[in-house]
């Protein structure tokens, strides 16, 4: 069996609270679980491209049978991590760029990539304007780690 990359929490208290999920999302073991509120969709779901605001990591409770991945169903719960202070562990999306060390400092997007079990959630550098709700503490070029926490948002 082949080493595994810690995803996830990796710094802080890891304070939060349990709460319902929105059915229909899956929670990839390679993948980000940042999730937002959704009142459309009765609970937390996955960020995506253009999510403004975070509400925090979720603890997916478990994979499904013979997948990497959990979907939920109407009533699932899972315990959401929600320090500002925390620091978490996610994969990249070089798409836009290359990872490199000069990306401390800088805000982070998400992009939901592939469909079904195989979704995975990954950070993303953005163009200025785009909306960024983490931001990248620390790399880890050789293993493709980005390391962010949450930003904190103003009401509008």
Not at 36 to 64: E, F, H, R, Y
Not at 105 to 122: D, E
Not at 130 to 135: D, E, I, K, M, V
Request: glycine content about 12%.
């Amino acid at each position: 069996m082949g080493a595994f990359l810690r995803l996830g929490q990796v710094e802080g208290r890891g304070k939060g609270k349990e709460l319902t999920l929105a059915a229909g999302q899956y929670y990839h073991i390679l993948g980000g679980h940042f999730v937002k509120m959704s009142g459309a969709q009765n609970g937390a779901s996955l960020c995506a491209s253009g999510t403004p605001t975070v509400a925090g990591w979720v603890i997916s409770p478990k994979q499904d049978t013979g997948k990497d991945a959990y979907l939920t169903v109407s009533g699932d719960k899972g315990f959401l991590i929600n320090g500002y202070e925390d620091v978490f562990a996610i994969r990249p999306d070089e798409t836009f760029a290359s990872m490199a060390a000069s990306w401390v400092g800088y805000g982070m997007g998400m992009t939901l990539a592939n469909a079904t079990y195989a979704t995975i959630q990954k950070a993303k550098l953005v163009a200025a304007g785009t909306a960024s709700p983490l931001a990248c503490v620390d790399v880890d070029v050789e293993q493709k780690i980005l390391y962010v926490r949450i930003k904190t948002h103003q009401p509008a």
